[in-house]
């Protein structure tokens, strides 16, 4: 019999109720501030100039069917800078897994200085984010889990900017090589493990969880959550990287953590691989006996 | 057997045999005995089944005499396709007919003694004196009968005082089971009113012994006391009452390893039961209309105390205490047949159950070690665990109450020979499970020190406090229509198609190995069990269509019955022994499954005392889709169904021996059962085995003395096989039994 983890996961649906209240019912002047933080990945065009991650806070207002977005923290340098943009119009789609707002070509001027236009704005928020509600000791992420603002936005010629979740758990179908103890290989596809990439921006460091870990299907026992922890973050064109060596995990135990040298990760590595940094993909060798692969979503839509 | 009881015996056969004359009893007689009351199956079907679109099979006193049956485990496989294997302890009442049974929770057959019907299938295996008639009807029943009777009813009926006055004593006594007799007094007062109270007891040594301690393992004694009033005021008004209570104290559960080939274990076993019930039947018949109400109230507590893993290892043991009250209510409203072709029944039922069940398991120092801390110690070696204590408690308390409605209806319309009959059933159940799960413990996590010793790191509490509630409702509507052809006055076809129910529920056997794997959660290592998942279980329902015939050829002298069925079963509720290393056993809903097969009965009296009687049933049950997450079963033949039931016996009569021997009668009988796959993979069986039995019966004037020989050709065979913990076991059948029966009426 199959048995299903209690560490199934969720949508964020604690959240879907903010959104769904949005639905339409005739009244053009219905209006919705929904205000969330999240972090910027800022893509100078000078390609001498790293990417940088930066923390920020995006209002957006809603009336009917039209909805403004905003911000007053953009990290854009050294300078903190802002804009709202004009009404957009957007579309909302709600099913049993989340609600969506999606929209397209806001415009406007950061900073209201024209030579810094907003081009390409598209976007979308989304309640239907993976979420496991265990906690795990020492991982400082998002207590509550919020709907997740994905944005993609250019400034001029200056900037491209993207945001994404800093504690974010990603799904999907993990696929191991294994040799046994008889030194037969093998091969073992898992879509139970999720992984959870926790971002300390100011540290450039990130705490990645690997919940219901099991490598082969004769690992004597599954692990619930084990940690890597403090791993460098860094920063690419069109995305961000996070890796390590050698790491020896932490796995929850009671109220603390134990070190498992049983399972030691000689490399470690989760490189996000869409345009708007909501899928990754990930590659792992545990003590040169499980070589794995991963690639999944913190997104479900 | 001791010689005293021998010359008792002597004595007392020579008394009998000297007394005053009463009628002695027939060789065969398959006519129901003075049945003088209200009976449920009467009242909703028919008192002649024979001439009803049902499967069914009667047996009467005279015959259960024969066999010597004082509970429905001895009419196994003499029933076509009804196989209850005797195994475990009283608890366990497994009745499998026609592919469709049930090992746990919910029964998939229903049990009415003298109209009560009993809702707990703990309560189903007892021992009853003086019983009238057990009659076993194959197929859902649910329309009339409602819940748990999917795979069909077993109605018994026992002697009413309005149709036998005086004292009914018996005694027996056979190797391995010392002592059974029982004492009942039936009187009359007036013509309307009489009284019954029979008394039973039973001794049994046990037939297995356990290898740790040699000691018998299934020892028993029982007590049984019933009082059964009957009044009828008016010609218009029936009423009768029966009421009983029975006590229990038996070991249990002769479960022998496969790898040893023995019955060895540490910790105690045993079953205690006690259950009271009491029935309440009026019956009104009016110019136009009856109406009869059956009241029931049933009361058990027992206490099943249980070495888990049935091995001389400290692992777990269990000790599963509950007492459960219920009432039901079932009303019939119906005309007073004229003859016209156009007849129907109304009728309502409620019950209500309330269970309270404690079922802590305490595991012991080789469980802690194997089940816990290797468990976590080979995940990770390099910090290995100590258990705090090398003995802890996981507590889990129960409380279910269970209530249900339905009403029900049935028309039927006799066109000449053809006989048509709808019928349907709503029937609303609502179950609560109310849990509360509780352990306090902890250990400590080492490490290696500098100098390669183990050294504590730092402790885990582990204390667990889990409450919750959960509930279900089930709404169902359960249809029937038949269709029966008068070939003569004695001959009929018939159609009947069918659906059948058995109610979803709680299986509170998985909580704890929900609580273990919460222990093993907070360790870090593991897969939490979704409580909703592992203890809730759908109902089950099935589609039965079956054809069948009611014969009667040379006036009465052989009579032939025989049906022809397919069931097809959605979301069947089996058993399982999880994977790995965990105690409980799962109560799952395994997709989908089918029977097909048929059931004849041949019963031939081709001289005046000879009887010849054949039963045979054939029933291919296979899952046609069933997936465990790990493998597919579909295709496999369903796990602890037999292929093939068989009962033959021949029974001769010779008439007034002498003048104080007014019969003797022989009889030489065969049960045959299997093939029995043992598992879902189809890798395990038992083939296919025959009994034999013996019997010859002296009758007197006022009682009959019997020997008797059950399992003559002394057959090795296996009656329950499963897995636990990766060790498997089976319970091996009875041994050759002798033994000697005394029965006096005066």
């Not at chain 2, 009415?112 to 703990?122: A, G, S, T």
């Not at chain 2, 889990?396 to 319309?413: C, M």
């Amino acid at each position: 019999m199959k048995i299903k983890s209690s560490l199934a996961l969720g949508a964020v649906a604690l959240a879907a109720p903010l959104l769904t209240s949005c639905l339409g019912d005739g009244d053009d002047n219905r209006e919705q501030t929904l205000v969330y933080n999240i972090v910027n990945l800022v893509t100078p065009s000078n390609a001498d100039v790293k990417p940088y991650m930066s923390t920020g806070t995006y209002s957006f207002y809603l009336k009917g069917s039209d909805l403004t977005v905003s911000t007053a923290d953009l990290m854009l340098g050294t300078s903190k800078s802002s804009f709202v943009t004009g009404e957009t119009p957007y579309t909302q789609t709600v099913s049993a897994l989340g609600t969506v707002i999606s929209f397209n070509g806001c415009s406007g001027n950061v900073n209201q200085d024209s030579s810094l236009p907003l081009n390409n704005f598209s976007g979308r928020i989304t309640s239907a984010a993976y979420y496991i509600s265990t906690a795990v000791p020492g991982i400082t992420g998002i207590a509550t889990p919020t709907p997740v603002p994905v944005l993609k936005y250019n400034i001029g010629n200056e900037y491209t900017v993207r945001t994404f979740c800093r504690d974010a758990y990603y799904a999907g179908t993990t696929t191991t090589h294994y040799t046994d103890k008889d030194g037969n290989a093998g091969s073992f596809e898992n879509k139970d493990i999720v992984y959870r990439a926790v971002i300390d921006v100011e540290k450039m460091t990130a705490d990645v969880v690997i919940y219901n870990a099991q490598f082969a299907p004769q690992q004597p026992q599954k692990i619930t959550a084990m940690i890597l922890k403090a791993l460098p973050v860094e920063t690419m064109a069109n995305g961000y990287r996070i890796t390590g060596e050698d790491i020896i995990p932490e796995v929850v135990e009671g109220a603390a953590t134990t070190p498992n040298p049983k399972y030691p990760f000689k490399k470690f590595s989760m490189t996000t691989t869409s345009d708007n940094l909501d899928q990754v993909a990930m590659e792992f060798n545990v003590g040169d006996r499980y070589h794995g692969m991963f690639s999944g979503v913190y997104c479900l839509f | 057997m001791s010689v005293r009881c021998i010359l008792v015996l002597t004595v007392l056969s020579l008394w009998c045999a000297s007394s005053r004359a009463q009628t002695g009893a027939k060789a065969d007689s398959t006519q129901v005995t003075g049945l003088e009351e209200v009976s449920v199956v009467a009242v909703k079907q028919s008192s002649s089944l024979r001439g009803q679109p049902v499967a069914a099979s009667i047996v009467t006193a005279p015959q259960l005499n024969h066999l010597n049956v004082v509970a429905i485990k001895g009419l196994s496989d003499v029933v076509p396709n009804f196989y209850i294997p005797d195994y475990g302890s009283r608890i366990t009442s497994t009745i499998y007919v026609r592919g469709i049974g049930a090992r746990i929770d919910q029964p998939s057959v229903g049990l009415n003694v003298d109209n009560v019907p009993v809702l707990n299938k703990n309560a189903y295996d007892f021992d009853l004196s003086d019983m009238v008639s057990v009659e076993m009807l194959r197929g859902p029943q649910s329309t009339l009968f409602g819940r748990n009777t999917m795979a069909g009813l077993i109605n018994i009926q026992t002697l009413s005082p309005m149709s036998y006055q005086g004292w009914r004593l018996s005694v027996q006594t056979a190797t391995n089971n010392p002592f059974r007799g029982s004492a009942g007094w039936y009187h009359r007062f007036g013509r309307n009113f009489g009284i019954a109270a029979i008394a039973s007891f039973s001794a049994s040594s046990g037939f297995y012994t356990n290898d740790y301690d040699s000691t018998k393992l299934d020892r028993e004694r029982l007590f049984n006391f019933r009082l059964k009033a009957q009044w009828n005021p008016s010609r218009r008004l029936r009423i009768s009452n029966a009421a009983n209570i029975g006590m229990l104290r038996q070991g249990g559960y002769p479960y022998a390893s496969v790898q040893t080939g023995k019955i060895s274990y540490n910790d105690t076993c045993f079953y205690h039961r006690v259950t009271v019930s009491d029935g309440l039947t009026l019956g009104y018949t009016g110019d136009r209309f009856s109406l009869t109400s059956i009241t029931s109230y049933q009361f058990i507590s027992d206490n099943l105390t249980l070495d888990q893993d049935f091995l001389p290892l400290d692992y777990f043991t269990l000790m599963q205490k509950q007492h459960e009250t219920g009432v039901t209510q079932d009303l019939v409203f119906k005309p007073v047949d004229d003859g016209g072709i156009y007849r129907w029944l109304f009728g309502a039922f409620a019950f209500h159950r309330h269970q309270n069940m404690t079922a802590p398991v305490t595991f012991k120092n080789q469980g802690i070690s194997s089940l816990i801390e290797d468990h976590r110690n080979s995940s990770n070696p390099d910090y290995p665990i100590q258990w705090d204590s090398r003995s802890f408690v996981l507590n889990s308390n129960f409380r279910i109450p269970t209530w249900g409605l339905a009403a029900y209806h049935e028309s039927r319309l006799d066109l000449d020979r053809w006989h048509f009959t709808a019928g349907v059933r709503l029937d609303y159940e609502h179950t609560t499970l109310k849990y509360h799960s509780d352990c306090s413990t902890g250990y400590t996590i080492m490490q290696t020190g500098g100098g390669g010793e183990l050294t504590p790191m730092r402790h885990v509490p582990v204390d667990i406090d889990d409450r919750g509630e959960r509930s279900r409702h089930f709404l169902t509507l359960l249809p029937k229509i038949t269709a029966l052809y008068d070939i003569s006055a004695d001959d009929n076809v018939y159609l009947n198609i069918s659906k059948g129910y058995k109610s979803g529920g709680f299986n509170t056997q998985m909580f704890s190995d929900v609580l273990q794997q919460r222990l093993m959660g907070i360790m870090g290592v593991g897969a939490s069990y979704d409580i909703d998942d592992v203890v809730g279980y759908k109902p089950e329902q099935s589609w039965n269509f079956e054809v069948g015939a009611h014969l009667d050829f040379l006036g009465g002298r052989l009579l032939l019955d025989g049906a022809l069925f397919y069931i097809y079963c959605r979301d069947q509720q089996l058993t399982m022994f999880p994977d790995g290393t965990t105690t409980g056993r799962i109560m799952t809903n395994a997709g989908k499954t089918r029977s097909w097969g048929g059931e004849a009965s041949l019963t031939v009296k081709p001289l005046e005392g000879m009887a010849l009687r054949a039963n045979y049933g054939y029933t291919n049950a296979t899952f046609i889709h069933f997936f465990d997450g790990h493998d597919n079963f579909s295709g496999n033949a369903l796990p602890y169904v037999p292929r093939n039931t068989l009962f033959l016996q021949a029974l001769y009569t010779f008439p007034n021996v002498t003048s104080w021997l007014s019969g003797l009668t022989f009889d030489i009988n065969m049960k045959g059962t299997g093939r029995i796959y043992w598992n879902e993979a189809n890798t395990l069986h038992q083939n296919m085995y025959f009994v034999t039995g013996i019997s010859a019966t002296f009758t007197g004037r006022r009682g009959d003395f019997q020997v008797w020989v059950r399992n003559l050709n002394s057959v090795s065979y296996d009656t329950f096989y499963f897995v636990s913990m990766g060790n498997e076991f089976l319970q091996r059948g009875r041994p050759r039994e002798i033994g000697m029966t005394l029965r006096i009426n005066i």
